[in-house]
């Protein structure tokens, strides 16, 4: 149950794009279409950002897309906005029918 | 208004036990797989437990298989989580999450520190 690799940081300036990577294995991004991405601000719960690899929940904006390769999923944030400064987690369902999240990656808006 | 609600942390030294609640509101609790996650300070999200609508399966991260248990009251809504054998490891937010593989409703959680 080894947690999924993502850039400890990444950042960018307002209007410009980011992508932000997640990586696993066969066992867990790579074998199933079961991968979610996670917006947490300090002292807040996670909101759920994308699911199923690709697919924006109702009143998330659509600044938000996700996409995956084998073992590699990714975010994508297009626009970028100073509200979208936050840390970001992956997920993924994986063979042993648990559920595992990367590591985290903090966003700064610069 | 969707909403989980959680209760029952605080402070207990290594070895004792803890019982997490969660009430669930604006939905049917009793359709959805449910799951908790933690988050120890300063460190990321943690998927501890998930269970099956009807109770009838159940799943654990490694770390805790064998020390705590999730339950579930789906006549109250409520979704539990049997602390036992604690360590300072577990001092955590542990969040109450609706679904296993799309977490879409979450709680605001509840603090549970281990010390001595």
């Known amino acids: 149950q080894s947690a999924l690799t993502q850039p400890a940081s990444v950042s960018g300036s307002p209007g410009q794009s980011i992508t932000i990577s997640c990586t696993g294995t066969s066992s867990d991004v790579g074998g199933y279409n079961y991968v979610s991405w996670y917006q947490q601000h300090p002292g807040k719960a996670p909101k759920l950002m994308i699911h199923?690899?690709?697919n924006r929940p109702s009143g998330v904006s659509n600044r938000f897309s996700g996409s995956k390769s084998g073992n590699t999923a990714s975010l994508t944030i297009s626009g970028l906005q100073a509200e979208d400064e936050a840390d970001y987690y992956c997920s993924s369902y994986t063979s042993s029918a648990t559920l595992v999240f990367g590591g985290g990656t903090k966003l700064t808006v610069l | 208004e969707v909403q989980l609600v959680e209760s029952g942390g605080g402070l207990v030294q290594p070895g004792e036990s803890l019982r997490l609640s969660c009430i669930g509101s604006?939905?049917?609790?009793?359709?959805?797989?449910m799951t908790w996650v933690r988050q120890a300070p300063g460190k990321g999200l943690e998927w501890v437990a998930s269970i099956k609508p009807d109770g009838s399966e159940k799943d654990y991260v490694d770390s805790v298989k064998g020390r705590f248990a999730i339950s579930r009251d789906n006549t109250q809504n409520s979704l539990f989580l049997q602390l036992n054998s604690l360590r300072v490891e577990d001092t955590a937010i542990y969040y109450c999450?609706?679904?296993?593989?799309?977490?879409?409703?979450w709680g605001r959680g509840t603090t549970v520190t281990v010390s001595s």
């Open positions: 999450a609706r679904t296993r593989v799309r977490i879409d409703v």
């Open positions: 199923d690899v690709s």
């Open positions: 604006g939905f049917t609790l009793g359709s959805y797989w």
